[in-house]
């Protein structure tokens, strides 16, 4: 069996040979030390006893149990006896490109955009799959397991389809008892998600989006905060927190530039927002968690 396309510089982990995606299981016994990495996962607890730890705090997990966390979250594990994770991740290029379309269905959009950011989760989002959800998760798992050994050149498609159908397991799970909506996101929300991703250093405000996408600012935000539950500039600022872990693990950059390049110029305003989402400040976040790790190549 090939080693799984993940390495761990320090605390940080990342994928070492340009796969986007991958899924397996990982056997944890005693403690599993807090990291971070550069990739959205899914971890599915599948047996075994053990507890996730986080910034969202301590969580005895079950089988069935289900985390997700955004890129540059921080977490481990401890008190594991035997504890047995199906982990499935994907890059942020994978979902920016591949699975661009997800921001438009309620399910998972809310999922892989929204949910993790609602509600003061920062970057976090859980939920419990029944038994025949998680029969149904794990064999598409299974299947995303097997297709790591063979050509993605070949076998794209299949790689995106089990990605796709594992991920709407998950959203049907996470949604249930959750007011995610039950219809297509209005495209003007889906615009501004984009419109901002696209230029995080700009000096945003409510009323410019609404100009640019002729609508009133109120009705914007009633939009915005019904697809997403964030108004518009909350989504902003989640964004630019999770860009600047990114820059603060992958580059050597200032702090201070850091902060200007995703649009927080004042750095003791930058500074509050960092340590109100990660729960540690720029500097102790940079010194705990990064690597010299070259980003995701592309997958062609």
């Not at 921080?74 to 699975?99: A, P, V």
């Not at 615009?191 to 945003?204: G, I, L, N, V």
């Not at 996408?213 to 997403?228: E, I, M, N, Q, W």
């Not at 600022?237 to 200032?254: G, I, K, Q």
Request: include cysteine; charged fraction near 20%; glycine fraction near 8%.
């Amino acid at each position: 069996m090939a080693d799984p396309p993940v390495e761990n510089a320090h605390a940080m982990l990342y994928f070492s040979d340009g796969s986007l995606a991958y899924a397996g299981h990982y056997l944890h016994e005693g403690l599993h030390p807090v990291h971070t990495h550069s990739f959205v996962e899914i971890a599915v607890m599948t047996g075994g006893a053990g507890v996730h730890h986080s910034l969202a705090g301590r969580q005895q997990l079950r089988i069935g149990d289900v985390i997700l966390l955004r890129p540059g979250v921080w977490h481990g594990y401890d008190d594991c006896r035997r504890l047995d994770l199906y982990n499935c991740c994907f890059s942020t290029e994978l979902l920016q490109r591949e699975l661009a379309w997800t921001r438009a269905d309620p399910l998972l959009g809310y999922l892989l955009w929204t949910g993790p950011y609602s509600d003061q989760r920062r970057g976090i989002l859980t939920t419990r799959l029944g038994e025949d959800l998680l029969a149904e998760c794990v064999e598409h798992l299974d299947a995303l397991d097997r297709l790591r050994f063979q050509p993605v050149s070949r076998h794209r498609g299949d790689i995106i389809g089990r990605l796709a159908l594992f991920l709407s397991c998950v959203a049907r799970a996470v949604v249930d008892g959750v007011d995610a909506g039950t219809g297509q996101t209005h495209p003007a929300v889906v615009d501004a998600m984009r419109m901002m991703e696209a230029r995080p250093a700009h000096q945003w405000t409510l009323t410019e989006l609404a100009e640019e996408l002729h609508l009133a600012p109120g009705y914007l935000v009633r939009l915005f905060k019904s697809a997403t539950g964030l108004p518009p500039m909350a989504y902003l600022s989640r964004h630019r927190v999770e860009l600047a872990a990114a820059r603060l693990l992958h580059t050597d950059d200032a702090i201070s530039r850091i902060g200007e390049s995703v649009g927080w110029p004042d750095q003791n305003y930058f500074a509050r927002r960092f340590r109100a989402h990660y729960g540690l400040s720029a500097s102790a976040y940079r010194a705990r968690f990064s690597h010299n790790a070259v980003r995701l190549r592309a997958w062609g």
